[in-house]
């Protein structure tokens, strides 16, 4: 989820979402893919009584932070302790004149490109529309 106001981009993920803005050219994460095998996701997981194996929590979902999958929630756990969390990350961003653009996708983007490859096939998409 993606807030912009006059002065900042707000990001706020639990998933396996990504937001990118380009900052003349190069590519700026605004989130994290939450991936079970990051070492403080990973902690979580186990902290909340599951596992991970081969990069899925449990063995089974790829993510470790979503608003659904009951069946990794807990009623006597907050938000912040389940092994799968939707408890979101935020960051901020400052707009200034040399952030060109914002690009937010799941991962079905995310798999097949790096946030910069993503960068430059929407900075290529752009100059050939403003040509037309």
């Not at 902690?43 to 063995?59: I, N, T, Y």
């Not at 935020?90 to 914002?102: A, C, D, G, H, T």
Request: glycine share 6%.
């Amino acid at each position: 989820m993606v807030l912009i106001t006059p002065t900042h981009v707000y990001c706020g993920n639990a998933g396996d979402a990504r937001c990118v803005v380009s900052q003349n050219g190069q590519a700026i994460d605004l989130s994290e893919d939450h991936k079970p095998d990051l070492p403080t996701e990973r902690s979580r997981v186990l902290q909340a009584g599951h596992m991970v194996e081969d990069g899925r929590v449990d063995g089974i979902i790829a993510i470790s932070r979503a608003i659904g999958d009951w069946e990794y929630k807990s009623a006597t756990l907050e938000p912040n302790k389940m092994a799968v969390s939707g408890y979101p990350e935020v960051r901020s961003y400052e707009i200034n004149p040399q952030l060109k653009f914002i690009i937010t996708a799941c991962d079905g983007i995310w798999d097949c490109m790096t946030s910069q490859q993503a960068v430059d096939f929407v900075s290529t998409a752009k100059d050939k529309m403003a040509s037309y």
